[in-house]
């Protein structure tokens, strides 16, 4: 087979290949894996955000849910920024 | 978002882009790609298809027949013999048959000149041999 021949049919075979993959439907375990990685972005600045805010809480005299509000919420922000991120990254 | 310059070297010259996400090529072992910051890396590539996106979101097509890639310091350079690229994967292939055949027509046309010159010089060499060998007869 001459140069020319081989990267014509190489190329082809490749070009075949691309687009075999793009008209591949999603699969349900990328569906879950894409779905779970969206959710945990989300929900640990959240989770970690209260956890962090009811402990300054109870360092705090008296009762006080101050620091667990305002750092749930910026978990919150937090998070909605990481899954913004990860979808136009991907 | 980070990016790499892409400098594409064959027998014409050299080519750069300056703003490139990402790059998918193949090698012996399968695919592979490259992003921004990637370690200092020398791939040869396969026979074939590879590809990469610039910053404005658009795939560029490049076949060719092999060749060394390096990448150090954000940037990549592809070594070949000759390269192809088209922004259209569905028509590379043709335009690459075509820009062949191009090619060996050129080739082809060169050899064909080439022959004839050789033909004329020959031919005038005798007209020059025979007219000195009669010159010295006389």
């Known amino acids: 087979m001459t140069y020319k021949n081989k990267l014509i049919k190489q190329t082809a075979k490749d070009i075949e290949r691309l687009d075999k993959k793009d008209q591949k439907p999603f699969s349900w375990a990328g569906i879950l894996v894409y779905g779970g990685t969206l959710g945990l972005l989300f929900v640990v600045p959240i989770v970690a955000g209260a956890y962090f805010g009811r402990w300054l809480d109870t360092l705090q005299t008296g009762y006080s849910v101050g620091w667990t509000i305002n750092l749930i919420l910026l978990g919150l922000g937090v998070g909605a920024y990481n899954v913004l991120r990860f979808l136009q990254e991907h | ?138």
């Open chain 2, 1 to 138: 978002m980070n990016c790499f310059r892409l400098r594409l070297l064959d027998n014409r010259g050299t080519e750069d882009f300056d703003t490139v996400i990402e790059f998918i090529g193949s090698e012996s072992n399968g695919s592979f790609g490259i992003r921004a910051g990637h370690i200092h890396s020398v791939i040869i590539l396969r026979y074939g298809l590879a590809r990469f996106k610039t910053h404005d979101d658009i795939w560029h097509y490049l076949t060719l027949p092999s060749g060394v890639l390096h990448f150090k310091d954000n940037q990549l350079t592809i070594t070949t013999v000759r390269y192809f690229l088209g922004e259209n994967r569905q028509l590379i292939c043709q335009q690459l048959a075509d820009e062949m055949n191009r090619l060996d027509s050129e080739v082809h046309s060169t050899k064909v000149m080439l022959t004839e010159i050789e033909h004329s010089l020959v031919l005038r060499m005798t007209k020059l041999a025979e007219t000195n060998a009669s010159g010295i007869g006389s």
